[in-house]
């Protein structure tokens, strides 16, 4: 895949449903049917934290079984592991922080990459290095009153994805100070979770977000 061709599923994702589904703890005999549950219901971004077991089995599993997600990894904190993560096949590079050379070797690649950023300083370094997207990360700590001044500065096109503590009902004030979409995590899904749980996390994600969006 180019980068042409990760960055346009990307935009297309972002149209369609700007939710990462942030899959930390997944092992490898569980990835094919948890992503089965995310994709029916509208997913279309999934991450595999690094910090996960066998993370890059997980991410092999999910890019052979639905390729038309961007399937990637995140908690992504050097070039070596960007590296690892595009011989998995994965398309998108997630991390906690801003590192310049992560950013650099992501898109190197071809990948999509999307840096944590907690202040407009972090947020126009990252996007000068070439980031795709901005997580805004801990979203405890870019409230929406940060979010609404950040979002006031930076280019209108610019993807601002909130991630930590977000739940379907927070979801609201974030969009309303300027949130593009965001990143779930353990409200979505939790290792040895029940599939009928997920299920019924994934669509009220889903459904909350649509109500925001339309």
Not at 14 to 21: E, T
Not at 28 to 40: K, R, T
Not at 158 to 166: A, E, K, N, Y
Request: hydrophobic share 55%; glycine share 10%; with cysteine.
């Amino acid at each position: 895949m180019t980068g042409s061709d990760s960055a346009e599923k990307f935009a297309g994702a972002i149209r369609a449903l700007p939710l990462v589904a942030i899959l930390r703890g997944l092992v490898p005999d569980e990835a094919q049917p948890v992503g089965a549950v995310l994709v029916q219901a509208g997913w279309r971004l999934l991450e595999v934290p690094l910090n996960s077991p066998r993370p890059l089995a997980s991410i092999v599993a999910l890019v052979q079984a639905f390729p038309d997600t961007l399937v990637g990894a995140g908690t992504v904190l050097s070039a070596a592991a960007v590296r690892e993560v595009h011989a998995a096949g994965g398309q998108m590079i997630v991390a906690p922080n801003f590192n310049a050379s992560v950013v650099h070797e992501a898109r190197r690649l071809g990948m999509v990459c999307i840096p944590g950023v907690a202040t407009p300083t972090e947020a126009f370094d990252a996007l000068d290095a070439g980031a795709s997207a901005l997580k805004l990360f801990p979203a405890e700590l870019v409230s929406p009153v940060a979010l609404k001044a950040m979002r006031a500065v930076l280019d209108t096109s610019t993807v601002l994805l909130p991630v930590g503590g977000i739940t379907p009902t927070n979801m609201a004030v974030f969009r309303a100070a300027g949130a593009d979409g965001f990143g779930i995590g353990s409200a979505l899904f939790q290792p040895g979770q029940a599939i009928a749980s997920l299920r019924q996390n994934s669509t009220r994600f889903v459904a909350a977000w649509r109500a925001l969006a339309g």
